[in-house]
């Protein structure tokens, strides 16, 4: 079984900073990508930013040039970094991967429990 869990979401000014942590843990050969999603009040899930096992990013319009996605793949954990927070970043934040758990077994689709960020002044 494997498992994500998130933290470092909270109550942030607007303009401030957060740094999200999302840890894998489990019967892990590979774990590729590793993905952020949000969801905010009444609004569907959106995906805000993904990283490859190699580097390689990906970042939703809304978030680009104030967020950076990395990755340490010794930890197996993903990061999130938020700066320049708006109130329209408000949501619960989901960490999500696609995890194989042996060289011989599919890859499975997996999500944290999320962490709630709040821009508000």
């Known amino acids: 079984q494997v498992q994500l869990v998130e933290s470092g979401g909270g109550l942030v000014q607007p303009g401030g900073s957060l740094r999200l942590s999302c840890a894998a843990s489990g019967s892990i050969f590979s774990i590729n990508p590793m993905r952020w999603y949000r969801q905010a009040p009444g609004k569907e899930r959106e995906l805000v930013a993904s990283i490859t096992g190699g580097g390689s990013t990906n970042y939703a319009d809304s978030v680009k040039g104030r967020f950076t996605i990395s990755r340490d793949n010794a930890k197996k954990t993903v990061y999130l970094q938020m700066n320049s927070l708006k109130p329209e970043d408000t949501a619960v934040y989901y960490c999500?991967?696609?995890?194989?758990?042996?060289?011989?077994?599919?890859?499975?689709?997996?999500w944290g429990q999320g962490t709630q960020v709040t821009v508000s002044s």
């Open positions: 999500n991967a696609d995890v194989q758990a042996t060289m011989l077994t599919i890859w499975m689709n997996y």
